[in-house]
Nanobody, 123 residues
Framework: QVQLVESGGGSVQPGGSLRLSCAAS????????MGWYRQAPGKQRELVAI??????????NYADSVKGRFTISRENAKNTVTLQMNSLKPEDTAVYYC??????????????WGQGTLVTVSE
């Protein structure tokens, strides 16, 4: 079993900042990709940012809508991923989900989602 636990959501005014964290635990041998997705009311889930572990720094990819405002980072040794969100806009309001893709100790592949954390940006 692999579990993802998210933290850090909440309410903030436009222009504010929030930091989301996600910790993976359980039967994990390695995690290739960790990322954040979001789903706003009435919309499909969309990619926010992902980070790989193929290099020591990790390659990153961001949705155009968050480039320059959000920063994703990870600590491979702790199986954690963090999303620093600055200059938040009302359109960033959504439930944010952590995602991890990797291998268990038995070398079976897994793709797991966290339970989601709500981010609300409003006056």
């Amino acid at each position: 079993q692999v579990q993802l636990v998210e933290s850090g959501g909440g309410s903030v005014q436009p222009g504010g900042s929030l930091r989301l964290s996600c910790a993976a635990s359980g039967n994990i041998s390695s995690i290739n990709v960790m990322g954040w997705y979001r789903q706003a009311p009435g919309k499909q889930r969309e990619l926010v940012a992902i980070i790989t572990s193929t290099t020591s720094d990790g390659s990153t990819n961001y949705a155009d809508s968050v480039k320059g405002r959000f920063t994703i980072s990870r600590e491979n040794a702790k199986n954690t991923v963090t999303l620093q969100m600055n200059s938040l806009k009302p359109e960033d309001t959504a439930v944010y989900y952590c995602n991890a893709i990797g291998l268990t100790r038995g070398l079976s592949g897994f793709a797991k989602w966290g339970q989601g954390t709500l981010v609300t940006v409003s006056e």
